[in-house]
């Protein structure tokens, strides 16, 4: 687990709630939180790598499948950098946050990158 990845883990275990959460990580790439989180946190990862096995396969160039405000905590974690409209991403990541939700964004190279 990679700093970065502790550093999520500590934010979520932070803002946890005493009922059951959902937790989107977007990009989940090798799972970094997967076993980790409080029991009532459950994890649901979203990658375009079908061969990584992730709950949801999507290409987030294009609208997410997923229902609005759905997530507890979404998670995109060195995964804006790769994509071709990052401000449309966004708009989806706040669709399908709840109300009362957090997203957690993390980039490698916060400085070359503009809305």
Same mark, same amino acid.
């Given at each position: 687990?990679?700093?970065? /990845?502790? $550093?999520?883990?500590?934010?979520? &275990?932070?803002?946890?709630? /005493?009922?059951?959460? +959902? ?6 790439? /090798? +799972?970094?939180?997967?076993? !980790? ?7 649901? %990862? ?21 229902? /609005? !405000? ?12 790769? %994509? ?9 990541? !706040?669709?399908?946050? +709840? &109300?009362?939700?957090?997203?957690? $964004? ?10």
């Amino acid at each position: 687990m990679t700093h970065k /990845d502790k $550093i999520i883990l500590n934010l979520l &275990k932070k803002y946890n709630k /005493d009922r059951s959460l +959902k937790v989107l990580d977007v990009g989940a790439g /090798d +799972k970094p939180l997967d076993k !980790k989180l409080p029991q009532n946190m459950e994890y649901i %990862t979203l990658d375009v790598d079908k061969n990584r096995n992730p709950d949801i396969i999507c290409d987030l160039n294009k609208r997410l499948p997923i229902k /609005d !405000k759905t997530y507890d905590f979404v998670i995109a974690s060195e995964v804006l950098e790769h %994509t071709l409209y990052p401000r449309k991403i966004i708009s989806e990541l !706040k669709r399908i946050t +709840k &109300k009362d939700g957090y997203i957690i $964004i993390s980039m490698p190279n916060e400085y070359n990158f503009y809305l």
